[in-house]
């Protein structure tokens, strides 16, 4: 059951600002939004998480519209290195059934030179 | 400190063969999961570990495959009578998991498995 919807990939030239955007329309008031990025033959890296204000840390921003059916990650100053495939995940606060994040497909990002 | 350490690395077994994988999360980190990704794939939840509790099981995708965390700390995710299906890279991630804190997966390299 997908609970996110995201683009299958995006191209930001770098330097530039990379808008990920997300759809979460069937969010409940509980449950938060995470961003996890996969670069290649990794394993996920956190990015930032949320649940209804604003939030920013050194690697990005995220923007929660005022209804929270959606949702947008900015990586400000996009680089070569930020090419990966990020993850819009929407998890419980707090659940008996465990806090398994449930990765979607997630966006291809590639960052041109 | 440490990351998550899985191992091993790489493993390259026979179809039919026992694999076990191990999984050494982050000192202190309760909450323990098992994910596996089959190539150009998005990650499948297997199971998740919380302290004491019950683990959530639901993402196993048969009877072979089990899973268990003693002592609170290391795992092992156990495949019995291997199937070529089952190559992918196996996911360990741990978080501290405290109950109402949302808290971040940290991830391990994961483990390669090929069935051959």
């Known amino acids: 059951d997908a609970k996110t919807t995201q683009p299958t990939s995006m191209d930001c030239a770098e330097g530039r600002a990379a808008n990920l955007p997300c759809n979460h329309s069937?969010?409940?008031?509980?449950?938060?939004v995470y961003w996890y990025r996969q670069i290649h033959s990794q394993g996920p890296q956190y990015i930032i998480h949320?649940?209804?204000n604003n939030e920013t840390n050194e690697m990005a921003s995220l923007i929660i519209t005022e209804d929270r059916k959606s949702s947008t990650l900015i990586l400000p100053h996009a680089t070569l290195r930020d090419t990966a495939v990020y993850y819009c995940?929407?998890?419980?606060?707090?659940?008996?059934?465990?806090?398994?994040?449930?990765f979607g497909k997630g966006t291809s990002l590639l960052v041109t030179p | 400190g440490a990351g998550v350490s899985q191992s091993p690395s790489n493993k390259v077994t026979e179809k039919g063969k026992d694999v076990e994988l191990r999984c050494d999360p982050i000192s202190g980190h309760t909450a323990l999961y098992w994910y596996r990704q089959s190539l150009g794939q998005g990650l499948e939840f297997l199971i998740y570990?919380?302290?004491?509790?019950?683990?959530?099981k639901s993402g196993l995708p048969s009877d072979r495959f089990s899973a268990e965390r003693t002592g609170g700390s290391v795992s092992t995710l156990t495949i019995q009578r291997t199937q070529q299906e089952d190559s992918a890279v196996y996911l360990c991630?741990?978080?501290?998991?405290?109950?109402?804190?949302?808290?971040?997966?940290?991830f391990g390299q994961g483990t390669r498995l090929t069935v051959v």
């Open positions: 991630a741990s978080s501290l998991g405290r109950t109402g804190r949302n808290t971040e997966a940290f």
């Open positions: 995940i929407v998890r419980p606060a707090n659940s008996n059934s465990g806090y398994a994040l449930n």
């Open positions: 069937t969010i409940s008031g509980n449950e938060y």
């Open positions: 570990f919380q302290g004491n509790s019950a683990p959530d």
């Open positions: 949320g649940l209804k």
